[in-house]
């Protein structure tokens, strides 16, 4: 099974806190969107839009959060997430949210997406995208024979 | 010059908070939109999205906000909405968003749209676009004749 | 078990959409908490904010979505909410959110909720709250013998 | 009078898209507040979260939002901002949002606060905050004298 890692740091925005004065739930979701964003870039090789812009999408179908720990608005946090991709037609992001500091759980979870075309009909993945992965993969693997593990560099941008 | 108003009802959602225990700022171009979909389809007799199957497009281009005071987690609000069409390509609305009971403003402004296609340029407004509101307009004026003012019913749905 | 059920209707906003033409997916758990909200004042006899300001507050601790259907701006949505109440001191949701007219399914899952106190600490449900559930389950009991069934009207507030 | 600069790179996120293909505008008002909180921490030497702590608070009182070009999802973005004080209690913060390639054009506006303390009764700007904005323009001033000219580095977190 292919399996492809990313980190990615962000602030908590005063935006997404509410008035219990941690982050209101639904912005996990839009984290996890940020982490499989620059997974994608990073580890792919392709990015969600260049994805989206040769006609392949990757609606969510399923997502699943269990809720750990407060963050506050302007807490730096780390996102860690990993796709995995089985025989059927699905990509599985699993996806912790921590602070970076003390490394404390925020959330984690996991979205599951359908591949499908623009019209949203379900599609099988393209050759070519599979292709990507299992190279992707291949350069994980030679990166992590020759050092000894995988510890990818953390991105800052979002 | 052509003016057509309405007034909506709206509750205040947990997740338009923020950790100062009002609304978050940005809510407050939200609630705009939310007014001016009920003005198009209550006074205008199309709605904004009849509008953009059509092809006509309103993008915003300018938006003012004076905030002027609080509103928490579940406050009813009444968000008042008035159109108006000048000379030029361009429809302006006002809007006043206060407590439904207290009366108390919480924000006001404006937003400023231009009229484009699915492309986003410019386009003139449409013939059958400048009829529709030339008619509505027609409708408030012998209303208000018939009853010696007007005073739209609320809507409540959101 | 204390089942209580509710049924609200809202308008998808046009900020609620994303590029791919649909509702983004963060926003079902916005949904999913107007659904809370409207079921606690209609069906408890307390609002939610009532409950906060009585010092007893229920942070999301669990979420699961299944997304089952597009929804586009302007589409009129039903919001199906009940809430269940086991012996352990969690509040579960089960939520549908399907299409008014088609009754299309749109997303459907559940949320799990703890009791803590404003500092986040958890507390047991005070006996006051489980005897206010325990009044509103036996009025819902005595209606669908008055009635042999349970038919909520629809609130059309959000 | 006091002026402070500064840059902040982020990318439109999927969630801040809307139907129309560009970001749904209420997203500029958070872009805003990313370019002021990164502004305040690295410009004044104190973040906005450490001035909330010490019981001064900002809240917007005026905005004004100019529309000039889209934005796509995944585009990287520049967020300009100027703080000026002047001798009234207020704060004021220029914003200019455009693509970090192309240098284009995407929002342009302003922001004006109020200082309150944490109930949002109106205060004077206590003395250390004053002193330390002072303090900021004068290494602003005496960065601009070594060098022949200020130019901020771009800061890339959000």
Known sequence: MIRLSDVLELRV????????GTFYNSRALEWFECGRTELMRRRLGMSYAALEARGVFLPLVEAHLDFQGGARYDDLLVISSTVEVSGRAKLRFEVLVSHAES????????????????????????AWFTQLLAKAADNVAAAAGATGGVSPETSRLS
């Open 13 to 20: 925005r005063y935006s997404e806190t509410d008035q219990m």
């Open 103 to 126: 490394r404390k759980a925020v959330v984690c979870g996991y979205t599951v997406h359908a591949f499908t075309d623009r019209q949203g009909k379900p599609i099988r993945p393209p």
